[in-house]
């Protein structure tokens, strides 16, 4: 999440690449980030996932985003 914090809409990026910029989720299209804004009172982050190493990138509280990194 901190490396997103480095990111904005004119950042390079590879195909396919999901990342937060700002509040919003942004996804890799044609090289540039298109953003896409959370639903009311969500916010982007990146998660560890639960049965397999990685993260997702996800809209959600920052309630929820803390308790999943803290387990």
């Given at each position: 999440n901190q490396q997103f914090n480095q990111l904005n809409a004119n950042s390079p990026c590879a195909a396919d690449q999901t990342s937060c910029i700002k509040e919003d989720l942004a996804q890799c299209v044609g090289g540039e980030f298109v953003t896409t804004a959370?639903?009311?009172g969500l916010l982007?982050?990146?998660?560890?996932?639960?049965?397999s190493p990685g993260t997702s990138v996800t809209c959600t509280t920052e309630e929820d985003a803390a308790r999943r990194m803290n387990a």
């Open positions: 959370c639903p009311s982007c982050f990146s998660l560890p996932l639960v049965n």
